[in-house]
């Protein structure tokens, strides 16, 4: 019975080791299949001979059609770890790094790829390439940070692009020398073109902003840079631009509630606060400069309305309604001239405006007076000199300028003596005065169809003076030396 059971045990256990050693072998087999199965495309033959590694680089160009540069390098590097004389993964892998701009390690590969084939042109001549972007990406950063951007973006669209079409850092310098060059619409289609490749891109996120914000579209604007900032919170420029816009549409707000409250003062310091803000912000400031200048001229600050209007048509020379506020400063300076060109212009822009049509014929009348003689002035009183001011003026001028108490400059005397009469004659009349003011001609009005002479003949009138207490030596003879003639009476 023990013999029995000897036999019984020793048969288990045979049983129990060879079961142990069938699945060692399968378990053996098995890994060597993976090894095959997995490492086979990524290995060569000797002497450069591909086998199945032309898989391998059928997928590698695969990758590289839908822009998958990082699944790509990952199977050229695998490819190379298995088979470091795998020349051809070397220069695949060589080129998607010049492609990329990763300049130094696509000249390590290319330098390897030349160890194992020396002499072949091809890697040769993209290893020209690869210095010729290099240099030139260089030059365009310092001539971007020297401001001539017009080279600068030759240097990056005609060599560094063209060389490496992939290169993330030219596609960004090219998009900021777009912004600097005010090419808002190209900057937002290259950013598009970035961030359909990478959506998370922060800088890509930014530079859209920009230029969305440069053109005045401020939601697209705060959108992007809101975007950006659920990436990355603390991300200084998308911060700085976030909050700079804010601050902006607030101060504009502000402004323009003030207008709307009637407090055109506080207005004022608002548009001059926002226009503070970014003064390279044409399409926003435009608006803003408009703004002022309405106010301006409304508190008839003709000089400073005047600058506002100008700025608002240096950024755009079509805008009309700054055309027309110009027109009504230029009125509030006394610049007749430039009023009626800035008006008449803007009338023939805008034909059917009855507003601009008054407002031209307004500068016309001012100009109109303000090329005939001013009695006003002639006389030194105000416009709104009462009738015994006008008087008073009248004699004291009329004494000082008498032919007779100016022996030495008679004939000077005569034309000031004329002048101050004539001046009389329309501004010592209620009917004429009124006339006169309301713009109308009427210099030869009472002075007869040959003019107006104090001193009679050429059918002028004769003017005779008499002043109570007399003048010394008399008017019955004139003027001590005088010639006589002249009397006055009051």
């Known amino acids: 019975m023990l013999k029995s059971l000897s036999l019984s045990s020793s048969w288990a256990l045979n049983s129990m080791a060879w079961r142990g050693l069938v699945y060692t072998v399968f378990i053996l087999n098995f890994v060597l299949v993976c090894q095959l199965l997995l490492l086979q495309p990524l290995v060569s033959a000797l002497d450069g001979k591909l086998g199945n590694a032309a898989d391998l680089f059928e997928r590698v160009s695969q990758s590289i059609k ?168 603390e991300h200084s420029e998308l911060k700085k631009a976030y909050f700079g816009l804010k601050n902006l549409l607030k101060k504009t707000k502000s402004a323009e509630d003030n207008v709307n409250k009637g407090k055109l003062r506080l207005a004022v310091e608002d548009y001059k606060g926002a226009l503070a803000l970014d003064p390279n912000h044409l399409a926003h400031n435009v608006h803003l400069h408009l703004g002022l200048c309405n106010i301006l001229v409304k508190l008839g600050r003709g000089k400073d309305a005047l600058s506002s209007c100008s700025e608002a048509l240096n950024i755009d020379g079509e805008l009309l309604e700054a055309l027309v506020q110009r027109g009504e400063a230029k009125l509030l300076i006394e610049d007749w001239e430039g009023a009626v060109e800035d008006l008449k212009s803007a009338a023939e822009k ?62 000077e005397a005569e034309a000031q003596f004329r002048e101050i009469a004539a001046a009389y004659e329309v501004l010592g009349d209620e009917e004429k005065r009124t006339r006169y003011d309301r713009g ?43 010639g006589g003639g002249f009397g006055f009476n009051f």
């Open 66 to 233: 839908v822009k998958r540069y990082s699944e790509a390098l990952n199977d050229l590097n695998t490819a190379i770890e298995a088979d470091p004389a795998l020349s051809e993964a070397h220069l695949r892998r060589a080129s998607i790094l010049r492609q990329l701009c990763r300049y130094e390690e696509s000249e390590k590969s290319y330098k390897k790829f030349l160890e194992l084939k020396p002499g072949n042109s091809v890697a040769e001549k993209e290893l020209s390439q690869l210095h010729q972007a290099q240099s030139a990406l260089e030059t365009a950063f310092s001539l971007f940070d020297s401001g001539d951007y017009t080279k600068a973006l030759e240097y990056v669209d005609k060599v560094v692009l063209v060389f490496s079409p992939a290169c993330s850092k030219a596609k960004l310098l090219k998009v900021k020398l777009l912004l600097a060059a005010k090419d808002y619409s190209s900057s937002i289609s290259e950013t598009g073109f970035i961030l359909k490749e990478d959506e998370s891109n922060l800088e890509a996120l930014l530079l859209r902003g920009r230029a969305y914000y440069y053109l005045a579209d401020h939601d697209v604007a705060q959108r992007h840079y809101q975007k950006g900032l659920r990436l990355d919170p």
């Open 350 to 411: 805008s034909p059917q405006d009855m507003n601009i049509r008054e407002a031209l014929m307004r500068a016309e009348k001012a100009l109109k007076m303000s090329k005939r003689k001013d009695w006003y002035k002639i006389l030194g009183v105000s416009k709104t000199a009462s009738v015994a001011e006008i008087k008073r003026a009248y004699k004291k001028l009329a004494l000082q300028w008498h032919p007779d108490k100016n022996v030495d400059n008679r004939e």
């Open 440 to 482: 109308e001609d009427i210099e030869d009005i009472g002075m007869g169809g040959g003019g107006f002479n104090p001193f009679g003949g050429g059918g002028g009138q004769h003017f005779t003076f008499t002043f109570d207490g007399g003048f010394p030596g008399g008017f019955g003879g004139g003027f001590p030396g005088g």
